[in-house]
């Protein structure tokens, strides 16, 4: 009993430091939490995310807001609650890409400042998903959530399968935390019971079921592998990048399902 108490009671506080790592969402204070391992539930968090996300959205349908306006606003919101890290690693990551001499891509990526090809990024980014959240007619509240999951999936396929760039930075300790494919399995079933859910909830939604996990796990997979192919690896803002590009390709894609 003693063993399983310790056991639920350290997953318990990695949970936690994991949410205090990704997003911006008030938690109470823990005493020497520890976020080596917070990679491990990312996916998990992101399921929270687009359901915190996904309730919203449903309030403020509930409440008459037209789709243009509460669409905006559920993306806004999305910057919020993960306070723009991932946003950020994109910005970085584009304007580290947009440099032609590769041994300067990573310095560049380095520098805080934001270049003209970041806040384009940022700009597309955003754009992407506002507009495709408006054509997703139902079921908003699902894709969210499996955008959110799928998204940060692409991040530990990444950490697992490609080398880290930079001898330290803020991802180095993803790297050695995600040391192999067995760290990348477990938030599968996590994703694939999203879509059970999916099909609980009306049996009409096979479609949408397998769908989001074809589309989830593609986009996943080519995301981190595009940018491995451009810089050779990976660093703490593409794994960003990752997750950002893959929520907004997705949501982009399931138009052509729900729409």
């Not at 020497?32 to 998990?44: T, W």
């Not at 609650?81 to 946003?87: D, R, Y």
């Not at 506002?130 to 990444?158: F, S």
């Not at 859910?197 to 589309?215: F, R, S």
Request: proline share 3%.
């Amino acid at each position: 009993m003693n063993f399983q108490y310790q056991w639920c009671k350290e997953r318990v506080l990695k949970a936690v430091a994991s949410i205090i790592f990704y997003t911006s969402i008030p938690m109470p204070y823990v005493e020497n939490l520890k976020f080596g391992e917070v990679a491990h539930f990312a996916p998990a968090v992101g399921l929270i995310i687009g359901g915190v996300l996904g309730l919203f959205d449903i309030v403020t349908n509930f409440l008459g807001m037209s789709v243009f306006t509460r669409s905006a606003l559920v993306v806004v919101s999305w910057i919020g609650i993960t306070g723009g890290l991932h946003l950020d690693g994109a910005m970085d990551s584009a304007d580290g890409l947009a440099v032609m001499d590769k041994e300067r891509r990573l310095e560049v990526m380095s520098d805080s400042a934001t270049g003209a090809f970041g806040a384009m990024a940022a700009i597309v980014l955003v754009l992407l998903k506002t507009v495709a959240l408006i054509d997703i007619p139902e079921n908003r509240w699902l894709i969210l959530m499996a955008a959110c999951g799928w998204g940060r999936w692409g991040q530990i396929l990444a950490i697992a399968r490609y080398d880290y760039l930079k001898p330290t930075g803020k991802g180095a300790f993803h790297k050695q935390a995600i040391r192999s494919y067995k760290d990348v399995l477990p938030p599968i079933i996590l994703l694939l019971s999203l879509s059970g859910v999916a099909l609980l909830i009306n049996q009409n939604n096979l479609i949408l079921a397998i769908t989001m996990i074809i589309i989830g796990s593609t986009f996943a997979f080519l995301t981190g592998a595009w940018f491995n192919h451009k810089l050779g690896g990976h660093t703490g803002d593409t794994y960003g990048a990752v997750v950002e590009w893959t929520e907004a390709l997705f949501l982009c894609a399931m138009t052509i399902t729900t729409g």
